[in-house]
């Protein structure tokens, strides 16, 4: 036991230690004003730099996630298809393919899936 709370305390210890030395070696006590500001290259800008965000291609782009994973969490099962009853197969395929048409129906009665508005 205490083999194991001291290689516990060495773990933890070491790099914190080490966290602690990167930090006081780093400091920088000279602050330049034009280094630290932004590469403008000498010129004021035109326009503004921000580009406009699509909140609705943001939406699409998390659906496709989900979908995505609950695509990925189907694959294995064509793996296992020789290992294990064809009534559990069935099940579970069947209750993850539910759960996408569930999800797809909500999403099209909220309106994420209209691009046009």
Not at 36 to 56: A, M, V
Request: glycine share 2%; proline share 4%.
């Amino acid at each position: 036991m205490f083999i194991l709370m001291a290689s516990a305390s060495i773990i933890i210890l070491i790099p914190i230690l080490m966290i602690w030395i990167s930090s006081i070696i780093s400091k920088k006590t000279f602050m330049d004003r034009e280094k630290s500001s932004p590469f403008e290259c000498g010129f004021d800008p035109k326009s503004s730099s921000r580009l406009p965000f699509s909140l609705q291609f943001f939406l699409i782009a998390v659906i496709f996630l989900i979908f995505d994973v609950e695509i990925a969490l189907l694959v294995p099962l064509i793996s296992i298809m020789k290992i294990s009853k064809i009534s559990l197969l069935i099940s579970i395929s069947s209750f993850f393919i539910w759960i996408l048409l569930v999800g797809l129906y909500h999403e099209w009665n909220q309106g994420a899936l209209e691009w046009a508005t």
